[in-house]
């Protein structure tokens, strides 16, 4: 009787330890407690489990409560670049990361910092990434936490006290990737994938042993442009089906591009890995491929082995892609009732605007409809399952205004689902853009290489066209009915580029907006049930977890990315401010301190005067700085260049764009793309703006401004 009352008491310490009750092991997550994770508190891993639904148990905060939620407990970091990271929640501990790849551990009740990492990613990294200094969040595994940093390191960090277990360099180093995605962990195995599609560089996903750091497998996503073998995964399925898709030689000089930064699920019941694929390294076709050919896999959603990689089924989204319409959004896996059959489905909204329901054991495609006004496709071929793309749109010789933008329909803020309702929450989004081939384009290395010419989208200068422009752009969340394939009920935004979202069994959606707010609708009908004004603009999606009995809502604020960096004249007029982790209860009383706002003074331009061609400048600001200081210098949350001291003379300037003065904050020489006249023609086209905009200058806030900008 002795030895049973042991026994017992072991099998029930191992499902304690299981369980994250009673264990000492700091961060003891595995596949079986994950994929056990839809009936408990926790929130284990990025999309909270492997199906990336983003959809809580939790009910204790509810549609009749949450008018009651208050702040809990908030931490405020170091840095005021764009904040994406989803908190993770195991045993108590909140892991999370904010820009420049830092991660953090806190008390997840109280809010107290057990420690931090800082990988001290290089300021000067900054240039390679196209879209702002983020990093979506961490995975833990076994007593460890993953993060991939924007230097494209893979490390290992013990959960317990921060300590760097293994690093790795998942890149090479002489070429513009970057890392801004979260890791994730399948069967011992962390995968991470990278960015820099823009700049020119070849997409692929790898596996790394979750103990050693050792690669396991790696699958490419595109041909080798020496068209010799990889010995990689991806060398069967490249020859067989991928490298015939590929014509020119203008990819073999980008590597073609299809970059893996994003989404990633996992099946374990048929024990297939998804991953989503990146667009295409020049985004103009005829530029990249002559105009001929599929290029697999670029905006493709793969189906993998996750032991292996091997190759078992993929979809294209956007053959032959033109647009930036990559296929790296959300994927969610979920089971569907589709024509009184049931369905295991893969759900994804991708930038080219369609919502794909997919099967997710085959790859077949079950339907496709687009959830927003698009202009560049009439439908989805259902027999054929591709787009049918209307005449004009692939601007070979001539302009197409098309939306979506390359903000895409549905960007990187994940969707989330509600089983109860049937629903899945999109943050989307119109915008326009005017794709314009660039007659002149050849391959710039470490620049932007997209074979369109963005001087197009330079801004009208009458007031009244500015106007129209705006009011053609638009933020929504809706709410989608994916066997239905229709739109149950949208949420307007006042502001495009808002958050990701979360759904929870209290029959709510969490989701936060440009204009700083953070809300919760009915999951039912979309009726605004609660808000809260974070002064800060939102787009990382929240998380939830309970703790004692008493549920919480965690959100990173800071507002930045592509759509921010690029289009600041549609977002807000704010200036940048620090990020901030929010955790709110219901009762919670904390009190947020009201942000210390730069101070403002006035840049006299009195008698300064240019050497340069304000003309020639215009053209090689939207050639070079545009994607990052928004069209006619714009640009609010990247420096405002209209409001820069260094505008007051040529020597400063040229040791700003030329010598590379400020390289270590991000802002690296553009010698290799023109010379001090080209850089003095474009500070007499910034002077024209500045005059125009009489703009005063912005001192550094209070207290200093963060290490890197």
């Not at 509600?418 to 853009?433: D, H, T």
Request: glycine share 12%; charged share 20%.
């Amino acid at each position: 009787m002795h030895m049973l009352k042991l026994a017992a008491a072991l099998a029930a310490t191992a499902l304690l330890a299981a369980c994250g009750q009673g264990g000492t092991k700091a961060g003891d997550v595995d596949g079986a407690r994950i994929a056990a994770a839809s009936g408990n508190g926790e929130w284990l891993s990025y999309g909270r489990t492997y199906d990336e639904q983003r959809y809580s148990p939790l009910d204790k905060i509810n549609a009749s409560n949450v008018a009651g939620l208050g702040l809990a407990w908030m931490h405020e970091f170091d840095t005021d670049r764009g904040q994406e990271a989803t908190p993770i929640m195991v045993d108590g501990v909140l892991y999370t990361t904010s820009a420049w790849s830092k991660v953090y551990a806190f008390d997840a009740k109280t809010g107290e910092l057990k420690w931090s990492y800082d990988p001290k990613v290089k300021g000067e990294k900054g240039f390679d990434a196209c879209c702002d200094v983020v990093n979506r969040g961490v995975a833990v595994w076994k007593g460890k936490v993953y993060v991939g940093t924007l230097d494209g390191r893979l490390i290992a960090l013990d959960a317990g006290t921060g300590a760097e277990a293994w690093s790795v360099q998942t890149t090479d180093t002489a070429k513009p990737y970057t890392i801004t995605g979260a890791p994730r962990v399948i069967k011992d195995k962390v995968l991470i994938g990278n960015g820099g599609g823009e700049y020119g560089v070849r997409g692929y996903l790898s596996a790394y042993d979750a103990a050693s750091g050792k690669l396991v497998w790696r699958f490419y996503t595109t041909p080798n442009p020496t068209g010799a073998p990889d010995n990689a995964a991806s060398d069967k399925v490249m020859k067989e089906k991928g490298a015939a898709t590929w014509f020119g030689e203008g990819w073999k000089a980008t590597g073609g591009g299809g970059t893996v930064w994003d989404a990633m699920a996992y099946d374990p019941e048929l024990d297939l890995l998804y991953a989503g694929v990146g667009n295409g390294s020049p985004w103009n076709h005829v530029k990249r491929s002559d105009g001929k050919g599929d290029n697999l896999f670029l905006s493709s959603i793969l189906a993998l082995k996750p032991d292996t990689g091997e190759y078992v089924w993929h979809y294209q989204t956007t053959p032959g892609e033109s647009w930036d319409y990559t296929a790296t959004q959300h994927i969610m896996l979920a089971d569907l009732n589709v024509n009184g059959a049931p369905r295991k489905v893969l759900m994804q909204a991708p930038k080219n605007g369609f919502f794909y329901v997919l099967d997710r054991a085959t790859g077949a495609l079950i339907s496709a409809k687009p959830f927003v006004p698009i202009t560049w496709s009439s439908g989805v071929d259902m027999k054929t399952g591709r787009p049918i793309e209307n005449p004009g749109v692939r601007y070979e010789k001539a302009p197409s205004l098309q939306i979506p933008a390359p903000f895409g329909a549905h960007n990187w803020h994940p969707m989330a689902f509600n089983p109860k309702e049937g629903l899945v929450y999109i943050p989307a989004q119109v915008v326009p853009f005017a794709y314009t081939p660039d007659a002149g384009y050849t391959y710039r290395a470490g620049g932007w290489n997209v074979g369109t010419d963005f001087l197009a989208n330079a801004l009208p200068t009458d007031k009244a066209q500015i106007a129209a422009v705006k009011a053609m752009v638009k933020g929504q969340l809706i709410a989608w009915d994916p066997v239905a394939q229709k739109a149950r009920f949208t949420i307007e935004h006042p502001h495009f580029w808002n958050a990701g979202v979360l759904s929870t069994a209290g029959g709510l959606i969490f989701q936060g907006a440009a204009q700083g707010e953070f809300a919760a609708y009915s999951a039912g009908d979309g009726k605004k049930l609660w808000t809260y004004k974070t002064d800060n603009g939102v787009i990382a999606p929240p998380s939830t977890y309970e703790i004692d009995g008493e549920q919480y809502v965690a959100l990173m604020v800071g507002y930045g990315g592509a759509g921010a960096l690029s289009a600041p004249f549609l977002l807000p007029d704010r200036p940048r401010l620090p990020g901030r982790l929010m955790v709110f209860k219901l009762g919670g009383k904390a009190v947020a301190p009201a942000y210390v706002r730069p101070e403002v003074a006035t840049l006299d331009l009195t008698g300064v005067t240019s050497t340069g061609d304000a003309k020639r400048g215009f053209a090689l600001f939207h050639q070079n700085c545009q994607v990052c200081h928004g069209p006619n210098a714009t640009g609010t949350f990247l420096p405002d260049l209209k409001r820069s001291q260094m505008l007051l003379s040529a020597d400063s300037w040229k040791s700003v764009v030329i010598d590379g003065a400020l390289a270590t904050r991000g802002m690296a020489s553009f010698s290799r793309f023109f010379d001090a006249k080209g850089a003095e023609d474009l500070r007499a086209y910034v002077l024209t703006e500045a005059r125009g905009a009489a703009a005063p200058a912005v001192a550094p806030a209070k207290g200093g401004p963060p290490p890197k900008t």
